[in-house]
């Protein structure tokens, strides 16, 4: 099959291109940074330098492919974010619908159908073809993005780890933490993004009268998870992994969480947008929709993920 992955060498799109060359697929990767050709071009496949901003490129990339996996990177310097994944969604429409492919899996979200600003499932409405919307659960990776805060070094990290954690861990030495208006005790499912790659690895390569089982021509909705547990308990699995066994996970309100936001420079349009789907998670809604779909749980576990973690927070 000629598949094309979009993505670039992303935590996802590199796992999967692998995945699809080493089974013999002709492979074409998106990529909007010419320095990854080479590397793509090492994995087996070919590059397509260019943007998904540009339908253009992407109706001439998308030529005689059998199937595409399309994704919208987020873009956190956008205002609106929103509005951003609704227009990138409308571009793969556009291209897609010119091609006319009949295999189609795109990125999604585990909260596509409770954020009506974040569904961007709704755009492909009445494509055609074979539809798989991917809706993972919140992905490992996320902790890369608050290694600063599990630090918790300098004056921040300290007055952070004095009203959060008190007086008594702040002369332990015990600073650092996660924070968010979602934690603390809350039940959420994690995935790692080698357990999404492979999920969408199966759905790309499935034949498109498969997909349906009730042959209603609907598109196919498949959640993927990892690994179910409290924040806290994720807390301890990434600090022990660490040398920080203490670590919690402190949940504030949303209200909290958004003053948070707008202190950090944060656009108040995405900060808005990160609240509300944090707080859908903390609602329990999330959890709710991934149970009731009843997916098969991926391979790897928190505790692996920890590992490679580590290697990147004891990094100078």
């Given at each position: ?103 189609i899996v795109v990125l999604s979200g585990w909260a596509a159908d409770i954020l009506s600003g974040e569904n961007i499932e709704s755009v492909f409405d009445g494509l ?64 790692s993004p080698v357990d999404i790659a492979a999920a969408v690895a199966e759905e790309l390569l499935l034949q498109p009268d498969k997909t349906n089982a009730d042959n ?101």
């Amino acid at each position: 099959m000629k598949i094309i992955v979009t993505g670039s060498l992303g935590n996802i799109s590199k796992p999967l291109i692998q995945m699809l060359v080493s089974q013999g697929h002709l492979v074409t990767v998106i990529s909007s940074n010419a320095r990854n050709q080479q590397e793509i071009e090492m994995l087996g496949a070919t590059a397509a330098i260019g943007s998904i901003a540009n339908v253009n490129f992407l109706t001439r990339t998308f030529q005689r492919a059998d199937a595409v996996y399309a994704m919208i990177p987020l873009n956190y310097s956008v205002p609106d974010l929103s509005e951003y994944m609704q227009q990138m969604a409308l571009n793969y429409r556009r291209a897609l619908q010119t091609v006319g492919i009949k295999r189609i899996v795109v990125l999604s979200g585990w909260a596509a159908d409770i954020l009506s600003g974040e569904n961007i499932e709704s755009v492909f409405d009445g494509l055609g073809g074979a539809i798989t919307f991917m809706r993972p659960a919140s992905f490992y990776t996320n902790f890369y993005q608050s290694i600063q805060m599990i630090r918790g070094a300098g004056w921040m990290g300290k007055l952070l780890a004095l009203r959060y954690l008190g007086l008594g861990a702040v002369l332990a030495g015990k600073t650092g933490l996660l924070l968010g208006n979602f934690g603390g005790n809350d039940r959420t499912i994690f995935v790692s993004p080698v357990d999404i790659a492979a999920a969408v690895a199966e759905e790309l390569l499935l034949q498109p009268d498969k997909t349906n089982a009730d042959n209603s021509g609907k598109p196919t909705i498949r959640y993927v998870g990892s690994e179910e547990m409290t924040c806290n308990e994720a807390a301890r699995i990434i600090g022990t992994a660490i040398g920080k066994p203490w670590l919690k996970w402190v949940l504030v309100s949303n209200k909290q969480m958004l003053r948070m936001l707008k202190m950090a420079k944060m656009p108040r349009k995405l900060a808005e947008t990160l609240v509300e789907m944090q707080s859908a998670i903390h609602s329990g809604k999330t959890l709710e929709n991934f149970h009731r779909n009843r997916p098969r749980m991926g391979q790897v576990k928190l505790a692996d993920f920890a590992k490679e973690f580590a290697v990147v927070y004891n990094k100078k």
